[in-house]
């Protein structure tokens, strides 16, 4: 029993507890452009702090506090970016995903955890009726300009995954588009494609810049509304339902998967991206941990296996579905056939 006892520790109940201090620190260091002042060649804290305009003592503590959760390495008191935060966190990089925190740390966001206790008990968010689903959210526009570029990568793996054929005419719904990047990612790589976009009207304004910016807008369309109650029109040879149906029950996601369904043309297929668990709900982490987003968030919603969507793009109509992961990415893929 003694050597038992020596071998528990309650450091993951106090790692877990102080949680919020390593969100502090990312959010402080993307504001300070930190790792883009490193990534500069400034590597000790009197220089980092002298090009971050902040205190040495402030940029020696959180520089210090980066190293240890792995942002950063630390030799003979000069600091440098690990090759993940080079790539990601360097606003000089191609790939920089510090813009993300613009939405991810928005108080419609972080305010749905604060009450997880009344969450729990009730089943679904407590922080308003709908949460981040009520109808022509301004989060949805945040979200649009702040996440671009973290679609972009799963953008491309998509269209590889899809293997389309460049010289064939396309015609793509882009469902709940936001940034609309999957749907202008599509016709990039394929001239002929036409992409209609649905979103709200105040998001789609957003995804009509990124699509003029990709040199598409002239094969670009969109349609203003809920998904739910719009007309979609019909035709299409794919529809893009990525990031979509986690925000709601299983019933509502099939009332809309039927539509989707009556949209498609024979033959066509429905591409959902999405945080997939697997069947025992706990791995892969990042997938299985969705769920929890969705319970502070939003009334309903829930991160679905994919015996789960198999079962409502099924009771839709669907012939088949199919799982495809997705790497490097965190997300996986279900390709449904009419």
Same mark, same amino acid.
């Given at each position: 029993?003694?050597? =038992? ?11 877990t507890?102080? !949680? ?72 000089? @990089?191609? @790939?920089?995903?510090?813009? !993300? ?11 749905g955890?604060?009450?997880l ?16 689903v009520s ?6 526009v945040k ?12 953008? =491309? ?13 396309w ?5 709940? !588009? ?9 016709? =990039?790589?394929?001239?002929? !494609? ?26 670009f ?11 979609l ?7 893009f339902?990525?990031?979509?149906l986690?925000?709601f ?10 539509k989707v ?24 982490p ?13 009334? @309903? ?17 669907f ?12 997300? =996986?893929?279900?390709?449904?056939h009419?």
């Amino acid at each position: 029993m003694p050597s =038992q006892i020596a071998e528990l520790s309650p450091a993951l109940f106090f790692d877990t507890v102080n !949680a919020h201090i390593r969100t502090a620190a990312i959010k402080a260091a993307i504001e300070l452009n930190l790792f883009t002042a490193i990534g500069e060649g400034n590597a000790t804290a009197q220089e980092i702090a002298a090009r971050c305009a902040a205190s040495e003592r402030g940029t020696r503590i959180l520089c210090d506090y980066l190293t240890i959760i792995g942002f950063l390495i630390k030799e003979d008191h000069r600091y440098r970016l690990t090759p993940d935060t080079a790539m990601f966190l360097d606003r000089r @990089s191609p @790939s920089y995903l510090g813009s !993300a925190i613009e939405f991810l740390l928005s108080p419609m966001l972080t305010d749905g955890f604060k009450e997880l206790t009344a969450a729990v008990r009730k089943g679904g968010t407590v922080i308003a009726e709908e949460g981040t689903v009520s109808a022509e959210n301004p989060i949805w526009v945040k979200f649009a300009r702040s996440m671009a570029a973290v679609a972009r990568l799963p953008a =491309q793996e998509l269209v590889k995954l899809l293997r389309g054929d460049p010289a064939r005419r396309w015609r793509v719904l882009d469902i709940a !588009a936001g940034h609309g990047m999957y749907g202008i990612t599509f016709a =990039q790589h394929h001239p002929k !494609a036409e992409v209609v976009a649905l979103d709200w009207a105040n998001v789609l304004e957003v995804a009509k810049e990124n699509a003029k910016a990709a040199g598409i807008s002239h094969r670009f369309s969109t349609i203003a509304g809920s998904a739910f109650e719009v007309d979609l029109g019909s035709g299409y040879d794919l529809v893009f339902l990525t990031n979509f149906l986690h925000h709601f029950d299983m019933a509502t996601c099939e009332k809309v998967l039927r539509k989707v369904h009556a949209a498609l043309a024979e033959g066509g297929r429905a591409v959902t991206l999405d945080f997939i668990p697997n069947e025992d709900r706990i791995s892969p982490p990042s997938a299985a941990a969705f769920a929890m987003i969705m319970l502070g968030t939003t009334p @309903s919603g829930d991160a679905y296996t994919f015996a789960e969507y198999e079962r409502m793009f099924a009771n839709a109509g669907f012939a088949r579905s199919e799982f495809h992961p997705l790497p490097p990415t965190l997300e =996986q893929v279900v390709i449904s056939h009419k």
